[in-house]
């Protein structure tokens, strides 16, 4: 098994609304995700991931000091 799998921090289940439960990987090229808790899954053609990703960057900054 040559596939890597990784989580995504801060991405959030479409379907489940579980935090972290999100997995990614490549499957013919093409990225998936798949949610170890609900069994949820989508092909990431687009930039799904990369916009959760920056959804949790901001979530971050929201917190800092003023
Ligand atoms: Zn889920």
């Given amino acids: 098994m040559k ?6 921090a801060g991405a959030v289940c479409p379907a489940c609304s579980a935090l972290d439960t ?10 998936k995700v798949e949610c170890v808790d609900c069994g949820y899954t989508k092909s990431q053609t687009e ?3 990369q916009e959760a990703s920056k959804n949790a960057d901001n979530v971050i900054g929201v917190f800092k000091p003023e």
């Fill in 3 to 8: 596939q890597k799998k990784r989580f995504i």
């Fill in 47 to 49: 930039s799904g991931v």
């Fill in 22 to 31: 999100l997995k990614l990987f490549l499957e013919n090229n093409v990225e």
